[in-house]
């Protein structure tokens, strides 16, 4: 085995529609957030778009006070994903 497959920071694909980096899988993407001490607020958090990704990321406020669940953000995101597509 190569040295990347020990290192979960050097294991993600580019998410052209989130514009985040897609861990493959949670555990990774919490490895990584380990590795950002001084920032709060970092979660990881199931890609809207492609399945089977996970994205590092600030919660959008909305979610954090409650204005929104996170139904209504995924069906936010899809929406945008078929707005995109057209």
Known sequence: MTSRAHNPAAR???CHWCHHRGYHS???AKAVRKRH???K???VFVCPHTTGLFHLGHRPEA???G???RHRLRHQAVRTERG???
């Open 12 to 14: 993600w694909t580019f």
């Open 26 to 28: 949670r555990t990774d």
């Open 37 to 39: 001490p001084g920032e």
């Open 41 to 43: 607020g970092l979660a």
């Open 63 to 65: 979610l954090s006070s």
């Open 67 to 69: 204005r929104i669940d």
């Open 84 to 86: 995109h597509q057209r």
